[in-house]
């Protein structure tokens, strides 16, 4: 799974950080998912869709793991 070269662009007065793999903006519980599964110190991020995909699991799953990584306290993930 390589990023291409940028996953940011501006929209409006403010910087939208997008999936590197399909370029969807991105939410972010998805920008502290990919942190906590692929590396902490990234600087390139993955959507759910793209994220399901490369673990060959559903989003459902992700989602799960979100909720559980906030319950379990994880301060990559805020409140929702």
């Known amino acids: 799974m390589i990023c291409g070269s940028t996953s940011a662009a501006w929209?409006?007065?403010?910087?939208?950080?997008?999936?590197?793999r399909?370029?969807?903006p991105l939410?972010?519980?998805?920008?502290?998912?990919t942190r906590k599964l692929i590396?902490?110190?990234a600087v390139r991020f993955f959507c759910l869709s793209c994220l399901a995909?490369?673990?060959d699991v559903t989003?459902?799953?992700l989602r799960?793991?979100?909720r559980d990584f906030r319950e379990m306290g994880?301060?990559?993930?805020t409140e929702a």
């Not at 939410?27 to 998912?33: F, H, K």
């Not at 994880?74 to 993930?77: D, K, N, R, S, Y």
């Open 39 to 41: 590396n902490r110190g």
């Open 59 to 61: 989003e459902e799953i």
């Open 53 to 55: 995909d490369h673990f």
């Open 11 to 20: 929209s409006g007065n403010r910087m939208d950080t997008l999936c590197c």
């Open 22 to 24: 399909c370029a969807r």
């Open 27 to 33: 939410e972010p519980d998805e920008i502290a998912l």
């Open 64 to 66: 799960r793991k979100i």
């Open 74 to 77: 994880c301060t990559l993930f």
